[in-house]
Every structure is written in C-alpha cells, then in structure tokens.
C-alpha cells in the first residue's frame, strides 16, 4: 500500500493563509470606516481661528435664498453682488444714452 505524502509545513502555511486573509480584511474594514467617518466629518468652513466671523457672496446666478437657513448656519454677514447676474447684462450704451426719449 502506497502512503500519502503530505508536506512538513501544511499546517502551519493553512495558518498563515488565514492570519493573512483576517489582517487584509480587518485593513479594508479600517480603511472603509475612516473614509466613512471622514465623509461625515467633512465641512466646508474655513479655519475658526483664522477665520472667526463667517459671512457669504450672493449674486443672481445664485437664484432664491432663504435667509433663515442662512442665519441659521450662523452667518454673520451676506455680501450682494448687484453687478453680476445669470440673464441681464448692462450694455454701456444704455446707461447713459443722450439721443433717449
């Protein structure tokens, strides 16, 4: 009867195959919960310290804002720009315009 071989080391390679696999898949979870946590954590303020008062540029390419939602955001300040807009251009001509009626 011919005896089945089997290697030395098979256990202990079967082991390290499973460490292997465990560490991967505790890293992917790592990693997968700090960009989660990152992603939540995110904001789009400046620095406070650097930047204590906070205020914002609104102009008509804006379209409507509710002022509430802002105050509440606490915002200090709101900055109109009146000059620039989505569908109206001022043409200089019509400004000053000598022959008008």
Known sequence: MKRRMTPIFQD???????RRI????LLAI???TGIWWWLQNRT??????????LGAQIS????YQDYQILKKESLKFVYLKATEGASYKDEANSIIN???N
Not at 47 to 52: G, H, I, L, R
Not at 60 to 63: A, F, P
Request: glycine share 4%.
């Open 44 to 53: 789009d303020r400046p620095n406070e310290q650097q930047y204590p008062v």
């Open 22 to 25: 465990v560490l991967l898949s």
């Open 12 to 18: 202990s390679f079967q082991k390290r195959y499973w």
């Open 30 to 32: 790592a990693v997968i």
């Open 60 to 63: 008509q390419e804006d379209g």
């Open 98 to 100: 000598p022959n008008r």
